[in-house]
């Protein structure tokens, strides 16, 4: 079992930026994924970046060259640095972890809201 706590959401304005954070109870580096995923309302849950324990990454194409993840595993935190913001990024965005028997942990949430 991890737990994961997200931190670092809020309100800014369009061409802004943010920095989440998603702090795990227990050691990542014995966790075979991280990444964060978001969710508009009526809407599925997309994935928009993953790294492995390797640190290889992985995202969504519209936030490519935009976001970018990363992973200190000193400090169990993986994090989701996001630039050029845009209102089409307002969502809740949720931490997400893959162990290596393939089992999902989830955060709670976070909410991100990019204004115009």
């Known amino acids: 079992q991890v737990q994961l706590v997200e931190s670092g959401g809020g309100l800014v304005q369009a061409g802004g930026s943010l920095r989440l954070s998603c702090a795990a109870s227990?050691?990542?580096?014995?966790?075979?994924?991280m990444g964060w995923y978001r969710q508009v309302l009526g809407k599925q849950r997309e994935l928009v970046a993953d790294i492995t324990g390797r640190g290889r990454t992985n995202y969504a194409d519209s936030v490519k060259d935009r976001f970018a993840i990363s992973r200190d595993n000193t400090k169990n935190t993986v994090y989701l640095h996001m630039y050029s913001l845009n209102p089409e990024d307002t969502a809740v965005y949720y931490c997400?972890?893959?162990?290596?028997?393939?089992?999902?942990?989830w955060g709670q949430g976070t909410q991100v809201t990019v204004s115009s």
């Open positions: 997400n972890a893959v162990s290596f028997s393939g089992e999902y942990y």
């Open positions: 227990r050691s990542i580096s014995a966790i075979n994924s």
